[in-house]
């Protein structure tokens, strides 16, 4: 017994110094000791929720009529198409989320150039080929097309003269497969795209049929280009030409390259959290929680005695491991999700109230002390489990709900508390029962009512 108890106390002594080793530093860093190379390099630097550190947070809405199904794919692409592009600015630690089947909710803490994201984000980056049939338009000018509309969509040749031009939509960006910069012969930069199979096939069948005829290379309505259709492009790529210098041509590339849009969007509100409100946020969650431990620790060892003083050293444990833990894979901590952190540390207590109480039952029953111990932990597993699992599945219920509708405040109050309960567990049923059995081995204990609070 002795042996094991030995060896558990090793392990929980390594487990604590990694986890402090990562809860007093940003990035973990092992060099070779012979010549300094590094080996291994990892961040861990605690990330801030918007709430607690200020930043941007936009609602995007699919900008089609309600009539029009989109598919969940396609926001997903637009998704990751929002965050590819937020990320390309450099803009870290964002959450981009679906929020429902039409709208995108977007998160970036920290952001200190909220307009350029918005400038970003507001261009969709709509690329469309369209018909122009035989009369083009100078580039520059805004047109509609029958994108989106269906059966709503007006011919570019109706007779109702106050009807509006809308045109024909060969294809949209969403063919696209790669596209970068080039220069022409003459030297002027263009635009080099190259198709997928399926808008190869579009793009040639298209341009066999309507040789002589223009084509305008449509960006969010706005006409880049419209060269005319000289022969048939069979071979799956083009160029987009116009009045490009190189910055305006890398920027449309950057802006083309992570992700056409499959479906437009319209930006429904955004709302900027100033980092003071964030900050006193964090300030005020902090000595909250710092009240409630010095509470806790108080009371468990005034009630509980030694059993309770070994439940407060496990706590406190538990917490620098948990905090370890989520440095070390990166969750958000945000003001909901400290508070599913601080209930995981109630679900903690719990564990070790159940144990202890019983631990006094078996006493009172004039059980030998260590006979006593072992009895209150195997009665006691039973509650715990039932009561840990069950706070487990409202946990995975909450993320569900939290990842369907954008709710990411709700995600990471599950989280954090999904994390905190399995660590909680593994406190209360490895740490706690090591640090009172070694204490119960080591020290003479006659007077139980003193020790233990009966």
Request: aromatic content about 8%.
């Amino acid at each position: 017994m002795i042996k094991r108890q030995n060896t558990r106390l090793i392990v929980i002594v390594i487990l604590i110094a990694l986890a402090l080793w990562v809860d007093m530093n940003d990035t973990l860093t092992i060099s070779n000791p012979f010549n300094g190379k590094v080996l291994y390099e990892h961040n861990v630097k605690a990330q801030l929720g918007l709430d607690l550190r200020g930043g941007l947070q936009v609602l995007l809405e699919a900008d089609l009529p309600e009539s029009v199904d989109i598919s969940t794919d396609s926001m997903e692409v637009a998704r990751g198409v929002i965050e590819n592009r937020t990320n390309a600015l450099g803009v870290s630690e964002n959450v981009v989320q679906l929020a429902g089947d039409r709208r995108i909710v977007g998160e970036f803490p920290g952001l200190e150039d909220t307009e350029g994201v918005i400038a970003v984000i507001q261009q969709t980056g709509l690329l469309e080929f369209v018909d122009m049939g035989d009369t083009p338009l100078p580039a520059g000018t805004l047109i509609e097309t029958d994108y989106g509309l269906g059966e709503n969509a007006i011919p570019a040749e109706s007779t109702d003269p106050e009807a509006p031009t809308v045109y024909h939509t060969v294809m949209t960006g969403a063919a696209l497969d790669d596209v970068g910069v080039s220069q022409s012969q003459m030297g002027e930069f263009q635009i080099s795209f190259a198709l997928k199979d399926d808008g190869s096939d579009i793009f040639a069948e298209y341009t066999s049929t309507h040789i002589e005829q223009y084509l305008a290379i449509v960006l969010d309505k706005v006409i880049i280009s419209a060269p005319r259709i000289q022969s048939a492009i069979t071979g799956g790529s083009g160029v987009i030409t116009g009045q490009f210098d190189y910055e305006s041509a890398n920027a449309l590339v950057v802006q083309l390259r992570y992700g056409s849009l499959p479906v437009p969007l319209k930006i429904v509100e955004s709302r900027i959290i100033g980092p003071t409100l964030g900050e006193d946020s964090l300030q005020r969650s902090l000595q909250a929680g710092l009240i409630g431990i010095i509470i806790v620790v108080l009371f468990m060892g005034i009630y509980y005695r030694l059993p309770g003083i070994t439940a407060d050293i496990s706590i406190l444990l538990y917490a620098a491991i948990a905090f370890a833990i989520f440095k070390w894979i990166g969750v958000t901590l945000t003001l909901p999700g400290i508070a599913g952190f601080m209930l995981s540390t109630g679900s903690a207590l719990d564990a070790n109230i159940l144990v202890f109480e019983r631990f006094k039952e078996e006493l009172r029953s004039g059980r030998p002390l260590k006979q006593a111990f072992d009895m209150a932990w195997s009665r006691a597993w039973p509650s715990i489990r039932d009561s840990n699992a069950a706070t487990l599945i409202t946990s995975a219920i909450l993320f569900w709900f939290g990842n369907t509708f954008g709710a990411s405040m709700v995600k990471g109050f599950a989280i954090t508390l999904a994390l905190g309960v399995l660590i909680s567990l593994f406190s209360a049923i490895y740490i706690t029962r090591t640090l009172l059995a070694t204490t119960l081995d080591n020290v003479k204990i006659n007077n139980y009512k003193r020790w233990f609070g009966i």
